[in-house]
């Protein structure tokens, strides 16, 4: 069973200065239940745009998006809204927490929109943040916490529903080495222990020997070695 399944998907922007550009073309990979499967490449290489579309946060061109084997490509906005909700966690490198909400606040948030009662949500999320080594941390506003205290209330959000795929942009980007290695191995964790699926797009080769598969994309599309992604080698893809 796979994840996500992402078949010839391509995409295009209109630029009032340089007219229409292609940001992803003919772009095709899986990332198979419980695996983590790694995405690098530089900046304007597309990978943003990719987690953006696997997470149903645009629509591409053409192509075929699958989760869990259906076909989600064009659902409508309320079916997106349910399945991010239901079966997909996001983690930013930019943390997204809302500032005036303490960690508690913010990892509960994702949490109140389902059916489970409040008190249950506040909870879990306090559940999370103890995983996470924030239990001490919990009244805390985003302002008085670190970037990787951040990250980390950023990941327990990630899974206050439970999602069997995490989508994850740079999340050690803005780390320390210390802190980006405590991130690391709290995702280790969820695929190994929890069985959960990760999409993991960065510009950092070194993270490449924790994951079970590697890609790069160079330019919109996938080539096939990291240096041919740093250099540029043309490369066909399938």
């Known amino acids: 069973m796979n994840a996500l399944e992402i078949r010839n998907l391509s995409k295009s922007y209109v630029s009032p200065e340089i007219g229409k550009f292609k940001v992803l073309d003919d772009v095709s990979l899986v990332v198979p239940q ?33 989760m ?9 906005a309320m079916t997106a809204a349910d399945l991010r909700r239901r079966y997909i966690g996001f983690i930013f490198q930019s943390f997204q927490l809302m500032p005036e909400l303490t960690a508690e606040e913010n990892v509960a948030l994702p949490g109140l929109f389902g059916s489970a009662s409040s008190d249950a949500v506040r909870r879990r999320a306090r559940d999370l943040l103890d995983q996470v080594g924030l239990s001490h941390r919990l009244s805390h506003r985003p302002g008085s916490l670190s970037g990787g205290e951040q990250q980390r209330v950023a990941l327990a959000r990630a899974l206050i529903n439970d999602p ?7 999340p050690t980007g803005n780390l320390d080495p ?46 096939d070695n990291e240096d041919q992604a740093r250099h540029g080698i043309a490369a066909t893809h399938s």
Do not use: P
């Open 34 to 66: 419980g695996h983590w499967v790694m995405l690098f490449g530089g900046s304007g290489s597309g990978k943003s745009t990719l987690l953006h579309l696997a997470g149903l946060l645009d629509h591409a061109d053409s192509g075929g998006i699958f």
């Open 68 to 76: 869990n084997e259906r076909e989600v490509t064009r659902c409508g």
């Open 164 to 170: 069997k795929l995490i989508l994850a942009d740079e």
């Open 178 to 223: 210390d802190t980006a290695a405590q991130i690391i191995a709290n995702f280790d964790l969820l695929c190994r222990k929890q069985g959960r699926s990760l999409l993991m797009v960065s510009h950092n080769h070194a993270l490449a020997s924790h994951a079970d598969s590697v890609l790069y994309l160079r330019k919109g599309c996938l080539v």
